[in-house]
């Protein structure tokens, strides 16, 4: 696997820590941080709020008081005590950093215990922004639209430059409306930092300045020697523990959200208690149409964790093909995994893919991205998965195994056909059996369909795959599970590809209706199931390593037996495209070798139940599936 990177200034390693200012002492509210939340107090909420956000390398509490240094230590949390007096938070954070090896601080207010992870998010990204080294430090503003609260000089107002560096803070509202008439925005500060380390020391060095020591704002003495500060907006709004109030409210919030997990909770449970109505998720967001691939950019950036990487595992067949690659638009650490398709995916492979990605980033990927066919996008699936889940691949391969949510996944198929790209599955090979893992964190958060990316793949893997679906449908059609539901899908599938493969569709056309055809198929399997020519090109490939799409299509060549109206039309498609299938496979084979393919085989009960039903080891047997075996 090779792997390429993007080129940025110098902040493809940045050391992100959080420092939570705390005093013990509030004029307002004496010791409101010490005061009980739902069972816990204000400080320890909010400390567990910044590091459950998953953005910093380290998150300390930095106290002048005992009392806090001593709540935070014996939950487990780290804590630091100030050694001098501070006036600001600013300084008791500097003190605290002077000799710590980082680069970036965050000042996180200790009396917000809801810790807006998005907003963090997106100051922290402008270190990692085109314009990153011009920046000392980052804030927040919000839009404030209320004539008191713009004229409240409680409220920190602030103006911007056409690029968002902050030009001043005032408590006054700035700009002042002289001119009625003309639309101008106000803009709230709000008091979240994230400092260059050098910024943040030259702070505690500088001596207070007349416009600070008027204003009463700190981060002005910033502007008054010549620092930059990058001005983030956001709509995010704060919970702010000021009064007993204010205490009262985050209570009501914590309760509300409370009663909403426990819901989900009872919704889980039901859901998997032998209930006859399946529960699948979907794949939420997907986009469709020739070009759309170059909307990846913009849709990803959205997801982009602050210093994580998107990885994208991309087919190797586009290795040295820059006018595609350039098309993703790499930023900062992102990598390419180029993965060859020649072979079936593996649990084993699997493992070293997240070993190498754990190895290389202190932070989980950003998200994973399969570029490519069903290996390419089954890769993504489970690779997204084993990054969150303890573990080896092979230890997922069964039903509903996988008990933590995915990383973000993005699926964009270069050939159509399998339904990966839908599915709620990803199909590995691994040291005892081929089958999948099949969970509701598998599919897909985004797909991209762009039937243009079809264009150059060889006729015979086009015709391979897409009879994938075709027997997709065969099989969803003709089995016992099928229900309203998948066989809407199914026939929708079943006549694309009749369309397809049978009649005289225009090129763009074809291709456009493939992909349609490759997703209303895998749909249609995810309520209901595949069956016998999976069955066995599962064993033929654990054994023989046979690529699926071929596999399937050697198997269902002889299965006239159980879908004989679906075979006599496939004979026809293979005929019209001179499509010619390997024979004699499986003549050659050792006696062993022969009852693994059919042990693998027969281990897939869901799919022999949905061909042949509840009793089907009834007409199903060992030696029947080995003479079946031997005419391929």
Avoid at 479 to 494: D, H, I, M, R, V
Avoid at 589 to 606: A, F, I, K, N
């Amino acid at each position: 696997m090779i792997l390429s990177k993007a080129m940025i200034l110098n902040t493809t390693s940045l050391k992100v820590i959080a420092m939570i200012p705390a005093r013990y002492a509030a004029s307002r509210f004496p010791g409101k941080l010490m005061q009980d939340l739902n069972g816990k107090t204000v400080i320890q909420r909010t400390y567990e709020a910044a590091v459950s956000t998953g953005l910093f390398n380290d998150v300390f509490v930095v106290t002048d008081s005992d009392i806090i240094y001593n709540e935070i230590t014996s939950q487990g949390g780290k804590a630091i005590m100030s050694k001098k007096e501070h006036e600001c938070g600013s300084d008791r954070i500097a003190e605290a950093v002077e000799h710590m090896d980082v680069d970036i601080v965050v000042n996180v207010q200790g009396d917000e215990p809801f810790t807006d992870k998005e907003s963090l998010k997106d100051v922290l990204n402008v270190f990692y922004q085109d314009d990153a080294d011009k920046i000392d430090l980052a804030s927040l503003m919000k839009v404030i639209k209320d004539n008191d609260e713009i004229t409240n000089p409680n409220a920190v107002k602030v103006i911007v430059d056409e690029n968002n560096f902050a030009l001043y803070f005032s408590r006054s509202p700035i700009p002042y409306p002289r001119d009625q008439d003309v639309d101008t925005t106000y803009y709230k500060h709000k008091g979240i930092y994230a400092f260059r380390k050098e910024a943040l020391l030259d702070f505690y060095k500088l001596p207070m300045g007349r416009l600070e020591a008027s204003e009463k704002i700190e981060c002005i003495r910033y502007l008054e020697n010549g620092k930059n500060i990058k001005m983030v907006e956001t709509s995010a709004t704060s919970v702010e523990i000021d009064t007993p109030e204010d205490l009262e409210n985050a209570k009501r919030i914590l309760n509300a959200k409370d009663n909403v997990e426990e819901s989900e909770v009872a919704v889980s449970n039901f859901d998997t208690a032998n209930n006859p109505h399946k529960n699948f998720p979907m794949v939420p967001r997907i986009v469709f149409g020739n070009g759309c691939f170059d909307q990846l950019p913009t849709i990803l950036n959205k997801k982009r964790a602050v210093g994580a990487p998107f990885v994208y595992l991309v087919d190797d067949v586009f290795k040295g093909n820059d006018t595609f690659i350039n098309r993703i638009k790499l930023k900062g650490n992102d990598v390419i995994k180029y993965i060859s398709a020649d072979y079936e995916p593996k649990t084993s492979q699997v493992d070293v893919i997240v070993t190498e990605l754990k190895e290389e980033f202190q932070l989980l990927p950003s998200g994973i991205i399969g570029i490519g066919g069903g290996t390419l996008l089954d890769l993504a699936k489970a690779v997204s998965i084993l990054l969150k889940n303890p573990g080896k691949a092979k230890d997922y391969q069964g039903w509903d195994l996988v008990k933590s949510p995915a990383i973000y996944h993005v699926g964009i198929p270069t050939i159509s056909g399998t339904g990966a790209e839908v599915s709620r599955t990803t199909v590995l090979t691994g040291p005892e059996k081929k089958l999948g893992i099949n969970s509701d964190y598998t599919p897909f958060d985004q797909v991209i369909l762009d039937p243009d990316l079809t264009k150059t793949v060889p006729k015979d893997q086009w015709f391979y795959t897409g009879m994938d679906c075709y027997i997709h449908c065969i099989e969803s059609l003709n089995g016992t599970y099928l229900n309203a539901f998948s066989q809407s899908y199914g026939e929708k599938a079943y006549d694309l590809c009749k369309e397809i493969f049978l009649g005289n569709l225009k090129d763009e056309e074809s291709r456009a209706k493939l992909m349609m055809a490759s997703w209303h198929g895998g749909m249609s399997i995810a309520y209901s199931q595949v069956g016998v020519a999976h069955a066995m090109s599962y064993g033929m490939s654990y054994v023989l390593g046979t690529k699926h799409g071929i596999g399937n299509c050697i198997v269902f060549d002889k299965l006239e037996d159980y879908y004989p109206k679906g075979v006599a039309l496939f004979k026809e498609m293979k005929a019209k495209h001179n499509i010619t299938l390997p024979q004699g496979l499986c003549k050659d084979l050792t006696e062993q070798q022969l009852q693994t393919m059919v042990d693998v085989s027969l281990g897939l009960t869901p799919l022999w139940e949905n061909a042949l039903g509840k009793n089907w080891q009834e007409v199903m047997n060992e030696a029947t599936l080995k003479a079946l075996f031997l005419k391929m």
